[in-house]
């Protein structure tokens, strides 16, 4: 157990709907990271947050958006659904943002995300 | 992220150690090498890292060569729940980019 949580743990909605994953992080951590797994790209990375602001941004699609609240869970929202965006969504968390320790990073154990 | 090559594949048996092997000869004198795992369709799990030292924790060992162009992690009694997709990773930019990986497949 990483100490990460994500919620829901399985979602099934359909094309052009809006949809939120939960993810809390471990405690003491003040970062977030968001990454998208799809049998055809591997594990990419999203974005990151750091106490509530956002620190990188990856592939991103502008249909996708994040937050981090002030209690540190954050929030990934993903709106204009298609089939291709089917797949899993891991959140991580680190104690820091830069640095070595911020790549020691914890991951929760996702969301699966289907779209019919 | 400095770009790193591992064999796609590889068996062990159960109770030997396993040798993963990475190449990463573009790595720069500041970054640090870091090693994952992926139980099949778990979160990927942090393992060990390190920058020019060898290192040792309760999971794992890393041997990183005098040039650091190239490292190993050792799982010094694989048992069968080591059976994953092991990422070798060198990053930068805040992010972690996992490639193909490993997966090493261990056999009773």
């Known amino acids: 157990d990483s100490g990460v949580t994500q919620t829901p743990k399985h979602l099934i909605t359909a094309t052009g709907q809006r949809v939120t994953l939960r993810c809390s992080p471990r405690?003491?951590?003040?970062?977030v990271y968001w990454y998208q797994q799809s049998l055809d790209q591997g594990l990419q990375f999203l974005i990151q947050?750091?106490?509530?602001?956002?620190?990188a941004k990856g592939n991103i699609l502008e249909r996708f958006s994040a937050q981090q609240f002030p209690d540190l869970h954050s929030e990934l929202n993903l709106s204009s659904l298609e089939l291709g965006d089917s797949a899993l969504y891991f959140c991580?968390?680190?104690?820091?943002?830069?640095?070595?320790?911020?790549?020691?990073?914890?991951f929760g154990p996702g969301t699966r995300l289907t779209v019919t | 992220d400095a770009k790193t090559t591992q064999p796609p594949s590889m068996d062990c048996a159960e109770g030997r150690a396993a040798n993963l092997p990475c190449n990463h000869s573009?790595?720069?004198?500041?970054?640090?090498v870091y090693w994952y795992r992926q139980i099949h369709s778990q979160g990927p799990q942090y393992i060990i890292h390190?920058?020019?030292n060898n290192e040792t924790n309760e999971m794992a060992s890393l041997i990183i060569t005098e040039d650091r162009k190239s490292s190993t992690l050792i799982l010094p009694h694989a048992t069968l729940r080591d059976t994953a997709v092991y990422y070798c990773?060198?990053?930068?930019?805040?992010?972690?980019?996992f490639g193909a990986g490993t997966t090493v497949t261990v056999r009773a």
């Open positions: 991580a968390s680190s104690a820091t943002s830069g640095g070595p320790k911020s790549y020691e990073q914890y």
């Open positions: 405690s003491g951590d003040l970062s």
């Open positions: 947050y750091y106490n509530g602001e956002e620190r």
């Open positions: 573009t790595i720069s004198g500041n970054e640090y």
């Open positions: 390190g920058l020019k």
């Open positions: 990773i060198v990053p930068n930019d805040y992010k972690l980019s």
